[in-house]
């Protein structure tokens, strides 16, 4: 395996080999003199075990770009802003899951590429013919300061905001329990064996449903949370 080009992670000294926290396995088997352990995928980046900077074990991930894209669908209705979330299986959480979409960087992609590719996939080609996403102001995100690396300039999750025309839309049966609107269309239901519908499949995209902000920020996804709080600063005064 090639040395770690970006991590932060060093080997552990010698001399603290025996005062390490974390315990390594590989198969089921403890492994007892570790220095630094390397786990790494070109499409997705790279998993170090080893020395912190704060002189400790620990691991860190150093993902492609230091982090993905994230896109949040939005329509204004009657001076209300409502959020797009898409049902997705994610097993990290139990399961079925609302949030909005997001997905890694592809090996030579740009954020803004990538938001492109995965409002594209997983809504499923939503957008007409032309996808319109605005990059929304602040820092690139890091999702855990404490195990993910984004120490490079322009480094960590990106959100964009995805303004949806009102027309698209028709009120539905909310599955939140509130005023809530879903595509017209039925675009998340494309003809059998398409681009589209494959790709849905491949990524277990279930559903979609435009839901109050503050619906939005009830659900257990934190990338939901925090694209809802960039969406709001962006738009500014005050919101229903």
Same mark, same amino acid.
């Given at each position: 395996m090639s040395e770690p080009k970006s991590t932060l992670i060093t080997d552990i000294p010698e001399e603290e080999l025996e005062k390490r926290g974390w315990k390594v396995s590989v198969n089921g088997k403890p492994i007892i003199n570790v220095s630094r352990v390397t786990i790494s995928n070109p499409r997705f980046g790279e998993f170090n075990y080893g020395m912190t900077r704060g002189k400790y074990d620990g691991w860190s991930f150093h993902e492609i770009g230091g982090g993905g894209s994230v896109i949040i669908p939005y329509v204004h209705i009657n001076d209300?802003?409502? =959020?797009?979330?898409?049902?997705?299986?994610?097993?990290?959480?139990?399961?079925? =899951?609302?949030? =909005?979409?997001?997905?890694?960087?592809?090996?030579?992609?740009?954020?803004?590429?990538?938001?492109l590719r995965e409002a594209d996939e997983e809504m499923v080609g939503v957008m007409l013919k032309n996808i319109q996403l605005t990059v929304l102001p602040g820092a690139p995100m890091n999702p855990n300061s404490a195990f993910f690396e984004t120490p490079a300039p322009n480094e960590g999750v990106q959100v964009f905001a995805l303004k949806i025309p009102p027309g698209l839309l028709r009120p539905r049966i909310s599955t939140h329990g509130k005023e809530s609107y879903g595509f017209a269309n039925q675009i998340l239901k494309p003809a059998p064996h398409s681009v589209r519908a494959d790709m849905a499949l491949a990524k277990k995209i279930l559903d979609c449903e435009f839901v109050s902000w503050q619906s939005a920020t009830a659900v257990g996804d934190m990338f939901t949370v925090a694209a809802v709080a960039r969406l709001l600063a962006h738009l500014g005064g005050h919101h229903k």
């Open positions: 209300s802003i409502f =959020v797009g979330l898409i049902k997705q299986e994610r097993h990290n959480q139990g399961g079925k =899951v609302w949030n =909005v979409p997001r997905g890694f960087l592809e090996p030579g992609e740009t954020h803004f590429q990538a938001g």
